[in-house]
Structure formats: structure tokens, C-alpha cells
């Protein structure tokens, strides 16, 4: 991923906000990042824009080669559903639909699995993020650290070459935390997936492999630099 003088603005004239200002950044396959920063610096802004949510008034992002601004939104759709998955704060499970449903709808709908392959690749996933023997569960009746394992097996389940986690640790607590942590940091290592970040937690920071942190909308800090 390649982002190259990106600025973003929201609204006009006197209500304009800056919420990026000339971010550059490369980031390889396989590197696990930590977009850090204060509240309302622009780490949203910033992963919604690089993965093709949201798009940047000036500069432009390469997404596994590809130049985002230019493609239909037909391609960023296809480019979401197949390469890209998502793990947010509050979690975003649908709450009617049981932890193995969670994982196995998105999985189907997206169109680029059939039923069978589907339900093999959610109990695979489930079970690697050790949530197997509760997958009949609905996410009211998991606790904050389960749930977040539910999401990370959803984000998971199609094989991704990029997961984009929006504070994913910023709903739980410390222990709890440091848990989904290590299990992002193992399947970093394991898949080769490239994960990016964003996160006020310090110990996020000390175990990322690249540390980028951003304030007031500007790159404050990039420990690949
Ligand atoms: P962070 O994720 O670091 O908390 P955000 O990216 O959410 O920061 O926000 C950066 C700035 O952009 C903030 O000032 C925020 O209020 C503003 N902002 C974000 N999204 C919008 C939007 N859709 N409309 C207007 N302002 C926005
Ligand atoms: P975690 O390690 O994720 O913090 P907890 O200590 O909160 O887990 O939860 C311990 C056990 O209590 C878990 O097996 C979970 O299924 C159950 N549990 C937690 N919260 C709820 C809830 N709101 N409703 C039903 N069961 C819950």
C-alpha cells in the first residue's frame, strides 16, 4: 500500500476541517503497523482512505498496485470483499445471528465462496482463534474479548492480503487486550497478512513491528524513517 500526499478535507469555509495534510506512507506486505495518535487526529480518516471507504481530496493510494482513484466502485467493492478485511471497536457482529453465522454469512454473501467451502473455512477460523466450542453463541451471550475473537475470525475467514483494525482493543480491558493482541501478532507471523492498526494503546505500540504516529492530521512519526 502506497499512500502518496494525501490531504483530506470534510465540510466548507468556516466549518473545513483538515483531517489529513500531506501523508506519505509505504507499507510492504506482511508488516504489522500501528497507526497511533490523540483522538480526532485522523487515524480513521487515514484507514478509511487507504482502503478505498473514503477518498482523499488531493494525492492518491496504490492498493496492491492498484490506483484507487481510478477504479469503478464495482473494483473497490471487489477489492474490500476479496482482499481486505476489517475488525472494528465495538465489534459489529450482527447480534442475531450466532458466532459461526457471524462469520459464515459475510463469507457467502460476498460471493466468492459456495456454502460448502464456506462453512469449512468458518469453523476453521473460529477454531484457530480458540472459539470452536462456542460458535453456537450469539454475541450478547460472549463476553468483550470473545466477540472481538468472532470479528477477527470474520475479518479472517477469506483470507486476506490486508486486515484494517480500527482501535480493536479499545473496548476491552488491559488483560483482555493484550490477549487479542497476541493473537493478531500470531497470525501476522503465521500468514504473512498485513495488518494496520490504529490504537491509543501503549502496549500495541511497544510490540508493532513499525510505529506511525499521526497529530493534528500531520505525520508526526514513522519509525521506518
Ligand atoms: P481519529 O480516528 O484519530 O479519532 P478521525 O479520523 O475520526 O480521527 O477524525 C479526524 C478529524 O476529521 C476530526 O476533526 C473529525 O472531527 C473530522 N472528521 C472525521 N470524519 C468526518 C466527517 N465525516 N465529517 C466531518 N468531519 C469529520
Ligand atoms: P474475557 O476473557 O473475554 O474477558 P470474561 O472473563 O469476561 O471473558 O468471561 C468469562 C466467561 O463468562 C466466558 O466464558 C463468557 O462466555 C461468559 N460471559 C461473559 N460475559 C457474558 C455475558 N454478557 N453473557 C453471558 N456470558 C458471558
Known sequence: I???GVYKSFGLYENKVDALKNINIEIAQGEFLALCGPSGSGKSTLLNIL???DKPSE????FLNKLLRDLPETDLATIRSKHLGFIFQFFNLIPVLNAF????YPLVLNGHFDAKSARERSLHFLDSVGLADLRDRK????SGGQ???V???R???????VVVADEPTGNLDQATGEAVLDLLLKINQQTGTTFIISTHSTQLKERAQRVVEIRDGELAYDSAQ
Open 2 to 4: 502506497s499512500i502518496n
Open 51 to 53: 482502503s478505498g471507504i
Open 59 to 62: 494525492g492518491y493510494v496504490l
Open 101 to 104: 453465522d457471524n462469520v459464515f
Open 139 to 142: 454475541p450478547g451471550q460472549l
Open 147 to 149: 466477540q472481538q475473537r
Open 151 to 153: 470479528a477477527i475470525a
Open 155 to 161: 475479518a479472517l475467514a477469506h483470507e486476506p492480503q
